[in-house]
């Protein structure tokens, strides 16, 4: 028995949990880089500023090509049963 | 913040040898290359991918450089915070293990009394760095890894020691009863 799933459904939940885990790591990236440097250390401040921006255009840029993708594309994939114990 | 006490001036900062970040470097530059050169192989083998498929192929090529680029933030933060202040007061020995892991100590300067070095290979003493092995009294001895320009680094370590040797001495009164030097 197999399932079918839209393959841009599979994708936006991929990009959802990218995006939820690179927030993550950008919130514990940027506090580190407050709280573990010198007031003097600006370029840590400008870096993660710049990663931030990059991290956000990459995303959209990947939302971008989300919407652009036929939602005809199928997936089959077995349906996984748990057999009673 | 890290902070410091207000009549204390940071004199120097050192960092790791690039050296110890050369594995990432090299890991970070073959994964750079392996899409292009995955898209080349399957170009000459007479491959096109269907037009539906292309925005597919943009989108997981998208978060693979979003991989990349959170890989080289992460590689390049531990890098970054992982440094030992000199100040004139003390030396911060931060130690950057992963991203939540980290390890600060700290000694003054007073408190050194002397200054070792260890080059430890072939390319070590190519690149010039090593191990700084700082001796203090009281709290035995201190490792400094892959300290670059490491004997510039133990001259000045050695210089602010001794300085704040003779104004420990300065500070304190004499047997009788007056100010020291």
Not at chain 2, 47 to 52: L, M, R, V
Not at chain 2, 110 to 122: F, T, Y
């Amino acid at each position: 028995m197999t399932v079918s799933l839209s393959l841009r459904t599979v994708l936006a939940i991929v990009l959802a949990l990218a995006a939820a885990a690179d927030f993550a790591i950008s919130i514990a990236v940027i506090y580190h880089l407050h709280r573990y440097t010198l007031p003097t250390w600006r370029l840590a401040n400008i870096l993660a500023l710049a990663y931030l921006a990059l991290s956000l255009a990459l995303f959209a840029a990947a939302l971008l090509f989300l919407l652009r993708m036929p939602p005809e594309i199928r997936i089959e994939t077995p349906l996984l049963v748990i057999p009673p114990l | 913040m890290i902070q410091l006490a207000p009549n204390e001036r940071v004199i120097f900062v050192i960092r790791r040898h690039w050296f110890v970040y050369l594995r990432p470097i090299l890991a970070l530059v073959g994964l750079s290359v392996l899409p292009a050169a995955g898209w080349t192989a399957l170009s000459l083998r007479g491959f096109a991918p269907p037009p539906e498929l292309v925005p597919v192929i943009q989108l997981l090529l998208v978060l693979y450089v979003k991989g990349l680029l959170t890989y080289t933030f992460i590689n390049w933060m531990t890098y970054y915070l992982d440094a030992w202040i000199i100040t004139d007061q003390r030396l911060i020995d931060i130690e950057q293990v992963g991203l939540f892991h980290r390890r600060i100590a700290e000694i003054a300067l007073e408190r050194i009394q002397n200054v070792g070095l260890e080059i430890p290979g072939v390319i070590p003493t190519f690149l010039d760095f090593g191990n700084l092995k700082i001796q203090t009294a009281g709290e035995g001895e201190f490792t400094i890894h892959e300290v670059p320009h490491l004997i510039r680094a133990k001259e000045f370590i050695l210089q602010y020691s001794r300085q704040a040797h003779r104004a420990r001495a300065a500070k304190l009164p004499s047997p009788d009863g007056t100010q020291g030097l």
